[in-house]
């Protein structure tokens, strides 16, 4: 059973703050493949939107969204991957994962993103709004946790359209990526 939510600031991530983020990433996923996928989106500077959870001034979540290469009948649709999000352990089910989602859509709609793609759990990210991405993308993922959030209105709209990830996520998968601090 989770521990009561402690009071949690929102707020952007900070180079001081890259040790705990590695820690809360590797305890929650248990692997260090996705603390290796933030270094490796940083260091190409594709990382968009960086948002921590603090509470009793410890890191206790990270979520991340990164510029997405999304064209739809030839034009590019300025889109963002959402990758990863996690929270401590002892923490997760009590909301500040929902918060860190909301808070960083709500920044992404600020800053006129037009969509948001997030390969993730089919029965969580449909209370913000996701779905299923629409077919007429091509993408290296597909099915039920292939998800997209339109934040303009028709960005995802047409006939034929292409997603491709960055190389971070590609060279993470093959554990090409050094570890992380």
């Known amino acids: 059973m989770a521990e009561p939510r402690r009071h949690v600031v929102i707020r952007p991530r900070m180079p001081a703050d890259d040790a705990a983020i590695a820690r809360v990433t590797d305890a929650a996923f248990g692997t260090m493949g996705e603390a290796r996928l933030i270094e ?9 939107i960086e948002l921590v959870a603090v509470g009793d001034s410890d890191v206790v979540g990270h979520i991340l969204f990164s510029a997405l290469d999304v ?7 300025k889109t963002l991957a959402l ?7 002892v923490q997760q089910r009590t909301g500040i994962g929902s ?8 920044r992404a709609r600020d800053g006129r993103w037009e969509a948001t793609i ?3 759990h089919p029965s969580y990210y449909p209370r ?12 290296p993922y597909s099915g039920r946790s292939f998800m997209a959030l339109v934040l303009r ?10 997603v491709a990830y960055p190389a971070a996520f590609t060279l993470v998968n093959q554990g090409k990526v050094g570890t992380v601090l």
């Open 83 to 89: 990758a990863p999000m996690a929270v401590t352990p």
């Open 118 to 120: 997030v390969l993730g």
């Open 128 to 139: 913000f709004g996701f779905s299923a991405a629409p077919r007429h993308l091509e993408a």
């Open 153 to 162: 209105p028709g960005a995802l709209d047409g006939q034929s359209g292409r």
């Open 40 to 48: 490796a989106l940083r260091e190409a500077g594709t990382a968009a």
């Open 71 to 77: 064209t739809v009948d030839g034009r590019a649709i």
């Open 99 to 106: 918060a860190l989602v909301r808070a960083g859509l709500d």
